[in-house]
């Protein structure tokens, strides 16, 4: 009659033996059950493999697993049946079903080489050095970087050559055997791919490090080649300047070259002019001696006073002749016993006429008086000053004062007066009275006004801008109102005095009425004479004259 669909034999009829019918079974249920685990195992791929879960793929499999059992177990049987028809679909059925669950492991394989090396890149990423451990890898990375020069160098001396790939050796390993089977396969150029896409990252990594440190370098380098390029700038001006030095020091010492013969006869000409002043100096101080003063005085020394150097040098040749003479004196002296005192005999006698009449007498007298001397003599020169003053009568020192001649006053000049500093000897005060002084306050000078009660620079007003100390004086820098270009610096001491500067802006006037203006109140000090009592000469003698 034919066959069935299914694979059954229709001419068998009803009639079949129980093998057959438990083959025929055996074949049918491993049809339907492929059928369902491929509409599964499609359904699993349209949905997603990641969206399913564990328990799912490990049934998927199990399924799989079982068909291809059922499968090969019923191709066995069929082969050794009659009907070749249906051994040769389930063995087809078969090889898909296989194919794809390979397909299926292939895939499995790859999620976990995939998970894997994620794991590995995170932990990676965790194990990474800190920023200071980098910044100091980067900074060794710079030092050590040869300089462009020896860099072009290196490039010349060497051929064009590639760059070495950062590859671990498994890689290294491959590359050197060549591509595989694993490798040249979708799987095999997947897991590559992802390596290298690892690699990158990591290379990326270690660079964006590399960057950031020299980028947080820079600003250090950049100062670094701007003190540089200041310090190259300032030798530069240094050595400009000491060439200037040197140019003027040879343009000065070629100028100094051309002079000499001038100055060379300004010498000869000052020598000549320094001894005729020296002459003309001597001849007013000659002239000078006898000059007539007040009181019957003379200008000069006294040419009654004896000079003291011959004196000095009279007495030591005498003290010198004495200590010859000692031993002879000392004779002299044992031959008169009789003497009244220890006293010198010159010191004995208050007059000049009772020194002619001496009261030992002879030869006795002598002796005393040379003995005296000598030790005298002995004595330092400041110490026999002191004693001979210390032993002068206070009738022959009146006496001798009397004698010299006197001089005037130098402060009155004789007129026993003096001009009275207060009111400058016109017996009134000058305007503003005791206090005739400008306010001027340093702090608070900036911006005042000023007027000079003469022309200044061509002006009248003007307004201070800056003020300075230097040591104990102080200046103010004024500007004139009108042009700001005049300007000139003011001593304090000049600019407090009111009949020079008056505060503030003044028309001309209120100048015209402080010149009109009236002398301020009487001068208290001197009653408004203008003179006062001399000082000197009423503590010396009410004559104007005394002694020098």
């Given at each position: 009659m034919g066959v069935r669909p299914d694979g059954d034999d229709v001419s068998a009829g009803p009639l079949k033996s129980k093998r057959k019918r438990n083959e025929d079974y055996t074949e049918t249920q491993a049809k339907w059950l492929v059928k369902g685990v491929a509409s599964r195992w499609k359904a699993w791929h349209a949905k997603g493999t990641r969206s399913s879960s564990k328990q799912e793929k490990q049934k998927w499999t199990v399924d799989l697993s079982e068909a291809l059992i059922k499968?090969?177990?019923?191709?066995?049987?069929?082969?050794?049946?009659?009907?070749?028809?249906?051994?040769?679909?389930?063995?087809?059925?078969?090889?898909?079903?296989?194919?794809?669950?390979?397909?299926?492991?292939?895939?499995?394989?790859?999620?976990?080489?995939?998970?894997?090396?994620?794991?590995?890149?995170?932990?990676?990423?965790?194990?990474?050095?800190?920023?200071?451990?980098?910044?100091?890898?980067?900074?060794?990375?710079?030092?050590?970087?040869?300089?462009?020069?020896?860099?072009?160098?290196?490039?010349?001396?060497?051929?064009?050559?590639?760059?070495?790939?950062?590859?671990?050796?498994?890689?290294?390993?491959?590359?050197?055997?060549?591509?595989?089977?694993?490798?040249?396969?979708?799987?095999?150029?997947l897991h590559l791919l992802r390596a290298q896409a690892l690699q990158l990252r990591h290379l990326n990594c270690r660079i964006e490090a590399a960057m950031a440190a020299a980028h947080k370098e820079a600003p250090q380098q950049l100062a670094k080649a701007a003190m540089a390029v200041a310090e190259a700038e300032a030798e530069a001006i240094h050595s400009q300047a000491r060439q200037r030095m040197n140019d003027q020091d040879k343009e000065a010492t070629a100028a100094l070259d051309l002079l000499v013969p001038a100055l060379q006869s300004w010498h000869t000409s000052k020598r000549?002019?320094?001894?005729?002043?020296?002459?003309?100096?001597?001849?007013?101080?000659?002239?000078?001696?006898?000059?007539?003063?007040?009181?019957?005085?003379?200008?000069?020394?006294?040419?009654?006073?004896?000079?003291?150097?011959?004196?000095?040098?009279?007495?030591?040749?005498?003290?010198?002749?004495?200590?010859?003479?000692q031993p002879s004196l000392a004779l002299l002296s044992s031959c008169c016993p009789h003497r009244e005192s220890q006293q010198p005999v010159y010191m004995l006698h208050s007059t000049p006429e009772e020194v002619s009449q001496p009261r030992c007498g002879g030869i006795a007298a002598a002796a005393a008086l040379a003995e005296d001397l000598a030790n005298g003599f002995q004595a330092p020169l400041s110490q026999r000053r002191s004693s001979f003053r210390r032993q002068r009568s206070s009738r022959s020192v009146t006496r001798a004062f009397a004698e010299r001649p006197a001089r005037a006053c130098p402060s009155c000049q004789g007129t026993n007066r003096i001009v009275c500093q207060d009111c400058t000897g016109t017996g009134v005060l000058p305007r503003g009275g005791y206090h005739a002084r400008n306010e001027v306050v340093l702090s608070r000078i900036q911006g005042s006004k000023w007027t000079a009660l003469t022309s200044t620079l061509g002006w009248r007003h003007f307004h201070a801008i800056a003020s300075r100390k230097d040591g104990r004086q102080s200046y103010v820098l004024l500007a004139a109102t009108c042009d700001k270009s005049t300007q000139l610096w003011v001593n304090t001491k000049i600019l407090k005095d009111r009949a020079a500067w008056a505060n503030g802006w003044r028309q001309r006037s209120e100048l015209q009425a402080l010149e009109k203006a009236s002398s301020g109140r009487p001068c208290k000090t001197c009653d408004s004479s203008g003179f006062l009592p001399c000082p000197r000469c009423a503590a010396i003698s009410s004559s104007g004259l005394f002694h020098l």
């Open positions: 499968v090969e177990s019923c191709g066995a049987a069929a082969g050794n049946s009659s009907v070749p028809n249906a051994s040769q679909q389930s063995h087809n059925r078969s090889e898909e079903l296989r194919a794809q669950l390979a397909v299926w492991r292939k895939d499995q394989a790859q999620k976990k080489l995939n998970v894997k090396a994620d794991r590995q890149a995170q932990e990676a990423h965790s194990q990474r050095p800190p920023a200071t451990a980098v910044k100091a890898n980067a900074k060794a990375l710079v030092s050590s970087r040869p300089s462009n020069s020896q860099h072009l160098e290196q490039q010349s001396s060497r051929g064009p050559r590639r760059p070495p790939l950062n590859q671990d050796r498994t890689q290294q390993r491959a590359a050197r055997r060549g591509p595989t089977a694993a490798a040249t396969s979708q799987p095999g150029r000549q002019q320094d001894a005729h002043l020296q002459m003309a100096s001597r001849a007013l101080e000659a002239s000078l001696l006898h000059v007539p003063l007040v009181g019957g005085a003379t200008a000069g020394p006294d040419p009654q006073r004896p000079d003291e150097a011959g004196l000095r040098a009279a007495l030591e040749g005498l003290g010198a002749e004495l200590q010859v003479c």
